[in-house]
């Protein structure tokens, strides 16, 4: 599994948002562009791109909309932008995990509890049948079962798969709160179309959400995440290491990740305490 192409997934994420808000921003002044293309058109002898009036009263017709829209999305905050980031955000992370347990079956000998995956059970016809790919995707979602790991919350449900897989380790306080966080808002998000229920409500009391109404999802809120699921996955990375190899190998690299992992740390906290 390639740690690079995560983090390549994060940072084109990360750009495909801001290329959003600043169309969005600039669609602020949709009918004002309309207007300033036809005066300069008509000033300099350029090919008429309004062909017609009605053409043009179309398209202003059109930035109205567009306007009006992007006016709303500011005075929330973005938040529409910022919730399908963060579901594709978690994705991310889901799939991550789903690539670092198939990793770990296709070398059993490395897992730290081999009696465990050696009594996974499934259908032996379809196991048979199966590449060697498509074996380590029916253990790996055996195991899920296993290890009940939908039934657990927030970063619980990877801890649960990750541990007798032998990438166990400790998971930092702020980590493990705001990627509760993201996966409570995910929920949200995917089955309630954005409009917290009781659960949420309950579960994040510090988010500020207020019953069926639409979460106050903002860049803030959006950061924190980031830099959580950043650093969790510079864990599990680390993690690899230890079990993978010994204490001495690659230390420049090594000290690299861990320096980079508490960088995040410390500005998760920080984002944290404002």
Known sequence: MSWTDRFDDIHTLRM?????QAG????LHATRVVDVLKDSHEKYGKPERFASDEYYRAAKKQAERE???ASDQESKGFTYLYGLASIKLWSILESTIDDVALECVLSPEKCSDGKLLAGLKGPLL??????????AELLVRQLKQDVRSSMQKG?????AILAPLGVEGAVPDAVRRVIFELAEVRNVLVHRRGFADKRFVSSCPWFGATLNNELP???EHFLRYELAVSCYLLEID?????????????PETKNDVINLRDELLKRLEGALAQ
């Open 16 to 20: 495909f948002v801001d290329v959003c």
């Open 24 to 27: 969005l921003s600039s669609a």
């Open 67 to 69: 306007q009006i829209f």
């Open 126 to 135: 379809e196991f048979f049948t199966s590449s060697p790919d498509e074996r």
């Open 155 to 159: 970063i619980g449900r990877y801890e």
């Open 217 to 219: 999802l903002k860049e």
């Open 238 to 250: 680390l993690r690899f290491r230890r079990r993978d190899h010994p204490p001495d190998f690659e």
